[in-house]
């Protein structure tokens, strides 16, 4: 028989990423189904058993060839015990025991750990972390998440809560709430939520105009890719909102990097997808706050591994326990 495989899994809110992945870090195959939190999220666990045994069918493989099945879901997880702790889009009860589910459902070893956390892994392992042994990866998506890898182990904390990035207040007064239940948290400044929420509330200032306002005009919405889109064009009100989220992440990062003194800070998610028009002017406000020798030691980089990260991540939890 060939080596053995992992099931790598990436539990979203609205899709479930499940790929098949060998013990090098290969992916065999990848697909998506969608997450059905209904009832309470009772069906999640049995629909990912379902679509992994009917993928394993069609690719005419034995359930044997599975070593596991490892899975980032988002919310804080305790990892000792594969509690979810929370969640918010999934349907569970608080404390719901995600690894005993999963395992159950699959009759396979199992692993779970937070998605954020996963995809700092899977960047560490064969994306941009470039097997970086200290390393951070910030997802700028809908919200804001975060792993810390120190020593090439997740910093998970006492309840699996570490590196909750998106939490750090970025404005004491007068910010956004947060789905936490807090105000002006990072997430309200530099998600693609946090993004469009800005621009809004610039654009229906009085007078203001420009390639922004006008894509708003046309679609009555906008999304933080216009934002970017139109400060390539030299658009001022997106520039303006585009140097806010740069000092916020910047300054951020650097309070992060001044405790960790990581070797990389890898930008992940949706909104790093703008690339360097972000991520220039991070760098610029990193290093206005970094402590020089950690400002001189921390590499700034945009994650390459897309929508993988997750499921590779999710792998290695299963791989590392091998």
Known sequence: MSEK????????????????????????????????NSDEGQYITSNIAKS??????????????LAGVGMGAP????YETGVILNTVNLGWKDNFPLKDSLEN???????????????????????AGNG??????????????????SNGNIVQGVNGAAGEIGHITAIPFGGAPCNCGKTGCLETVASATGIVRQALAEIHKDGVKGPLADVYAKNGKITAKDVFD???????????????????????????????NPEKIVLGGGVSKAG???????????????????????????????????????????????
Do not use: Y
């Not at 520039?239 to 000092?247: K, M």
């Not at 028009?277 to 945009?302: D, H, M, Q, W």
């Open 52 to 65: 992994i045994e009917e993928k394993l069918l069609e690719l005419n493989q034995p359930k044997n060839i």
């Open 276 to 322: 360097e028009i972000l991520l220039e002017p991070v760098i610029e406000n990193f290093g206005r706050f970094a402590f020089t020798p950690v400002r001189n030691s921390t590499k700034l980089a945009i994650a390459n591994l897309g929508n993988d990260a997750g499921v590779l991540g999710a792998a290695w939890l299963i791989r590392n326990k091998l």
């Open 132 to 149: 970086a042994k200290n390393l951070v990866c910030v997802t700028l998506g809908t919200g804001v998440g975060g792993g810390v890898i």
């Open 230 to 260: 139109t400060a390539r064009t030299g658009d001022e009100l997106a520039l303006t909102i585009l140097q806010e989220v740069a000092f916020h992440l910047g300054l951020a990062l650097a309070n992060i990097a001044n405790l960790l």
């Open 105 to 127: 459902a699959t009759s396979l070893p199992a692993a779970v750990e937070n998605d954020a956390n996963c995809a700092a892994l899977g960047e560490m392992w064969k994306g």
């Open 5 to 36: 495989w992992i099931a790598g899994v990436d539990l979203g809110g609205t899709t479930t990423k499940i790929a098949f992945i060998t013990l090098d870090g290969e992916i065999i195959d990848k697909w998506e189904i969608p997450t059905d």
């Open 75 to 78: 919310g804080p997880v305790d």
